[in-house]
């Protein structure tokens, strides 16, 4: 079985842009968590989705937002984008069990 | 609400010596525990997973740890280290049984084996 995968792996964009991320999850998986790592705040969950659904969220600003496709690929993003939203964004996948399988990460630098 | 404590943020170690990584949590509800791997410019691996039974469990690559309820701790070790085990170690809880997934997160324990 094909991995969780994430698109694009690098991204650079300036202060004020707006930035979309992708996740694909394991097949036949239909939750998918997005995660934020920095150095600072280190790793923060920030939603999940589940059959399309928004099941939880953290405590982020509403410029981030999320949905999920029917397919259970999944789409991040970031609104007016700040210096501070540089991170690894890092999306996981499960069944709905208590195991989450990470992607790579998406590398995003605001500048 | 939940919180993760490692008290090391890095350990250095020699090759083949034993290792323990430290974490403690807090919660008012009943948790799952987690520990993760990180290598560098990749995403997280799971090591192993405490649900419920044995306190005592084994994960991946040799390594294990032990819930310790009592002292909310959850350890990691292992007797005898690589290399190759360098990398960042996370903690991890999340709800028992809610339905809800999401992970808290340590801040994470830099382990460098040295040869």
């Known amino acids: 079985k094909a991995g969780v995968t994430q698109t694009p792996r690098y991204l650079i964009k300036t202060r004020g842009q707006q930035v979309t991320l992708s996740c694909s999850p394991i097949s036949g998986h239909r939750s998918v968590s997005w995660y934020q790592q920095t150095p600072g705040q280190g790793l923060q969950f920030l939603f999940e989705?589940?059959?399309?659904?928004?099941?939880n969220k953290g405590n982020f600003p509403g410029r981030f937002s999320g949905r999920q496709f029917s397919n259970s690929r999944s789409e991040m993003n970031v609104s007016t984008l700040e210096l501070g939203d540089s991170a690894l964004y890092l999306c996981a996948s499960s069944t709905g069990g208590d195991e989450q399988f990470f992607g790579p990460g998406t590398r995003l630098t605001v500048l | 609400a939940q919180s993760v404590t490692q008290l090391d943020s890095q350990v250095p170690v020699f090759e083949e010596a034993p290792v323990e990584l430290r974490c403690n949590y807090s919660s008012s509800v009943s948790v799952y525990l987690f520990w993760y791997v990180q290598y560098p410019n990749q995403g997280l691996q799971l090591l192993l997973k405490y649900l419920s039974g044995s306190t005592l469990v084994k994960g991946i690559n040799g390594f294990e740890a032990e819930f310790n309820k009592s002292q909310t701790s959850f350890h990691l070790r292992k007797p005898s280290v690589h290399i190759s085990d360098t990398a960042e170690y996370f903690c991890a809880v999340s709800d028992l049984g809610t339905g809800r997934r999401a992970l808290t997160f340590g801040s994470g324990t830099r382990l460098q084996v040295q040869p």
């Open positions: 989705y589940f059959s399309e659904t928004q099941r």
